[in-house]
Each structure stands twice: as structure tokens, then as C-alpha cells.
């Protein structure tokens, strides 16, 4: 059986969710294929289930450690069961929201897989139909990637996805790669009640990140109990009678835990696409290569999301997806680059959005930053939370902001209006005269801007 479409969207995550409804308000009729849940990993194993883990993690911590502000609570404790079924109901609710957005605009998805057969032809299976369409658009996103010497069992090594599913709490959890998702999940597990050890071969966590937003993390994460090795690696690793994962570091130190989590970065889904039969290219990773109009080596394939590389951050992804599809329908419009916040949910939490003061003058701008410090907060004193502080980067001769960087209590809630500044080539001028309400969190980026112009 052949069917034709007027596009197809291979991938039913914040890309391709996003492409199918942007094409359909564009007039189009698309067929999105998902061979799994709607959401991608987004919605049902990262950002939706790993944020209602850390929430509750921090209300716990917070319960417990509530005395010195009035509050008494006798023998709180963690139901991990009920956690978890916490985290499923969140996901369920977030991925029927998926399906409605979908259904209003007029899409149904198809479950099944796809492959090329050609560049305009797929394959779905477990069906045996083909479907042509003169448009299509990869966006079938990323899985955990391990190591040589620390491989996924779904035992005792689990990935990301993986350790999700766990059903008891584990009184050791050793952590390989002290990245992203390695800060959040010790942070969770850490304020949970287990043991974490976390193993990172570079010189400090959050690798690429400046060390001043760093610190207060790292110093966060060690008074919670967590055992940090830096500039540590595995070597190799094994099980001991009694079940434990035994993890042998290459400086002769031995790491024994319930379970592993490797947490050291993400390969494309592109094996089994078929993409070869297509003509598109991939790079030596597997990562489709697009133009700046995220159009594949062949016309007519776009890719969004996750399967064309760094960053994996859903929002980048939802951009993307929405760019491909008026791209595959109107042309020439090219994503956003450095208007991308990235967060890391750890606590203190961190936030970023553009460049830094090396990144401007990597590119030669001469640039100004100015920073200002939650502990002169009065929000932050309200909360009992002065640690971090927010510092923002303009560009000298125009004062036009270029960054903001920012460590601190919710600050994950502050960087989306920075995002919106930027997008509007605001100046810190212009931010400074601002009237932000008091007291809040927010009023440390006008100050910031205030520091900034002193240095005029």
C-alpha cells in the first residue's frame, strides 16, 4: 500500500511536534510518525520527569532543614514509590497535552517506524505501508551514549532514561560525568537520602561553564555529602558478590555503589533510517548535517532538534522543528543562535544566555559587565537563599546587551526575560531606567545593568 502526504514529520518530540503544527498552520496536511510515546525525551525520560524528581527532592531537603526558620516537623521521610508515581502522573498529563495540541490542529499521529526507501519515500513498519511525500523532516532526536569501560546493563549501570524506572532508592549512587545531567541527578538523589559519589574527568563540574557560576554549586553539592573527583576517570568495572557495581579509577582509587549512573553525553537516532538511500549526510558521529536553513544535503529533507548536534535543549529543538517546517513550506528562515538560554536545575540552580566577557573577546568586541550579588537581595534574605549572584555583558560602544549569566535561587525563572531582551536589542540603558517589583529576585538583573553603566 502507497500513500502520499503533503509532509511527513518523522519523530513525535518538542522538533517534531513542533514542525507538524507549524506546517499545519501553514496550510498543509502533515503525517507525524512516533514509533513510541509523543513527547520524545523531553516529555517522558529529561526535562518533565527529572524536574518533578529535583522539585520534590528540594521540598524534602527544605522540610527537613526548616528549623531555623519556625518550622518542626517530627520524622519526615521520603516515599520513593509514591515519587515515582508522582513523576509518571506529571509525564502523563504533559504528554496528553502533546496529543491535544496535535488533535487541534487537525494532526493524528501515526505510531510505527519510518525508513527511506528514497529521498521523498518511506517505509513504515510494522506495517509494510509506504508513504511518499515531497517534503520530510527528521527529528527522531538522541539516546544516552556510555563508555569502553562503564557499558549500559539496566542493572547496575543504568542511563539517564534508566534511572528513572527505579523503583527503590538507592543508599549508593555513583555518578560517571559531572556534566548536565550528572549535576541534577546528584542534587536529586543527594537531598533524597543516597550516598552519591560523582566521578568527572575534567577539572571541575559543569565542564565549559565559568567557574564563578560554578563554584556555588560544587560547594552546595559537598555540604549535601557528595564525594566529587575531579579530573578522575574509569578504567574499569564489575560486580562484587554482594551486587555491587565496583568501579576502578585511573588514579588506583575504587568507587563501590548499588547503582552507576553514566551521564557523560548523547548519540543521534539515525541508525535505521535508511538515511544513505535518501542521499543525506551525516558527520562522524551520526549527526545529520544541515544548512542554515536546516535543509539536509538533500532538498526536500530538513532535520531538526537533538539529530543535528549540540545543543540538546527542548526549546532549541521547538525552534527548530517550527523553522524547518516554514522552511519546507515558504523558505529562508534560519534558526535562532545565541538567543538560547540553557539552565541546569541544580541548587543553587544556573542560567545563561549569550555571550560571556572571553566570549566577546574571542570575537574582538570590547565589551562591559556588570554584576550584582543576591546576598544585598531583600528577596533573597526573605528566602533565606544569598548565595550566587547575576552579571550581565554589553557591548561598550552601544551598550547593547549580549549576555547574562546568572547563579542563584529560582534564576531559572529570570532568564526567559532575558532572552526576550535580548531578542529586542535592548541596551542596559534601557533595562536600568526599568521599574522591576520589589521585592523580588528579578531586581538583581537591573542592578546588574546599573553596575554595568558605573563602568562607562
Same mark, same amino acid.
Given at each position: ?43 517522558? =525520560? ?60 487537525? !494532526? ?9 526507501? %528514497? ?19 527528521? %527529528? ?24 528513572? $524506572? ?19 541527578? %546528584? ?16 577539572? $571541575? ?9 560554578? =563554584? ?90 537533538? &539529530? ?24 529562508? =528562515? ?15 540552580? *544556573?542560567?545563561? !544566555? ?10 574582538? *568586541? ?29 557591548? =561598550? ?13 529560582? &534564576? ?32 538583581? !538583573?537591573?542592578? %546588574? ?8
Amino acid at each position: 500500500m502507497t500513500g502520499n502526504t503533503d509532509a511527513i514529520v518523522i519523530g513525535g518530540g518538542p522538533a517534531g511536534y513542533s514542525a507538524a503544527v507549524r506546517m499545519a498552520e501553514l496550510g498543509l496536511k502533515p503525517l507525524l510518525i512516533e514509533k513510541s510515546d509523543l513527547g520524545g525525551v523531553c516529555t517522558n =525520560r529529561g526535562c518533565i520527569p527529572t524536574k518533578a524528581m529535583i522539585h520534590v527532592a528540594k521540598v524534602f531537603r527544605d522540610a527537613r532543614q526548616g528549623g531555623r526558620m519556625g518550622v518542626r516537623g517530627e520524622g519526615i521521610t521520603i516515599d520513593f514509590g509514591q515519587l515515582q508515581q508522582w513523576c509518571c502522573f506529571t509525564v502523563e498529563k504533559v504528554r496528553r497535552g502533546v496529543k491535544y495540541l496535535l488533535e487541534s490542529h487537525g !494532526i493524528e499521529p501515526l505510531r510505527g517506524e519510518a525508513s527511506f526507501l %528514497a529521498p521523498d519515500r518511506l517505509l513504515l513498519q510494522p506495517s509494510g505501508e509506504e508513504l511518499r511525500s515531497r517534503v520530510i523532516v527528521v %527529528a527522531t532526536g538522541s539516546r544516552p551514549s556510555d563508555l569502553p569501560a562503564v557499558r549500559f546493563d539496566s542493572r547496575g549501570v543504568l542511563s539517564s532514561d534508566d534511572i528513572l $524506572q527505579l523503583q527503590a532508592l538507592p543508599g549508593e549512587l555513583a555518578i560517571v560525568g559531572g556534566g548536565v545531567v550528572g549535576v541534577e541527578m %546528584a542534587t536529586a538523589f543527594a537531598y533524597l537520602g543516597s550516598k552519591v559519589t560523582i566521578v568527572e574527568l575534567m577539572g $571541575q563540574l559543569l565542564p565549559g561553564f565559568d567557574g564563578a557560576l560554578v =563554584r556555588p554549586v560544587h560547594d552546595s553539592l559537598a555540604k549535601a555529602g557528595v564525594d566529587i573527583n575531579l579530573g578522575s576517570s574509569v578504567v574499569e568495572s564489575g560486580y562484587t558478590g554482594e551486587g555491587k557495581v565496583r568501579l576502578s579509577l585511573a588514579d588506583g582509587r575504587t568507587v563501590l555503589a548499588d547503582r552507576v549512573l553514566v551521564s557523560v553525553g548523547r548519540r543521534p537516532n539515525t541508525q535505521g533510517l535508511g538515511l544513505d538511500r535518501a542521499g543525506v549526510d551525516v558527520d562522524g558521529k551520526g549527526f545529520i548535517k544541515v544548512n542554515e536553513y536546516l535543509e539536509s544535503s538533500r532538498s526536500g529533507v530538513y532535520a531538526a532538534g537533538d &539529530v543535528t548536534g549540540l545543543p540538546y535543549l527542548a526549546h532549541r529543538a521547538m525552534d527548530h522543528g517550527s523553522v524547518a517546517a516554514w522552511n519546507a513550506c515558504r523558505g529562508d =528562515r534560519t534558526p535562532q543562535q545565541s538567543h538560547f538560554p540553557s539552565v541546569i536545575y541544580s541548587d543553587p540552580e *544556573i542560567a545563561t !544566555i549569550g555571550m560571556d566577557e572571553q566570549g566577546c573577546a574571542a570575537r574582538g *568586541i570590547n565589551a562591559v559587565a556588570g554584576s550584582y550579588s543576591f546576598a544585598a537581595s531583600g528577596r533573597a534574605q526573605t528566602l533565606g537563599r544569598l548565595e550566587g549572584f547575576v552579571k550581565v555583558v554589553a557591548e =561598550r560602544s552601544t551598550r547593547r546587551l549580549l549576555g547574562v549569566s546568572m547563579v542563584g535561587q529560582s &534564576v531559572s525563572e529570570l532568564i526567559g526575560g532575558c532572552s526576550a531582551l535580548m531578542r529586542c536589542s535592548a541596551t542596559i540603558s534601557d533595562i536600568a531606567s526599568g521599574s522591576f517589583p520589589h521585592p523580588t529576585l528579578s531586581e538583581a !538583573i537591573v542592578e %546588574a545593568t546599573r553596575s554595568a553603566l558605573r563602568q562607562l
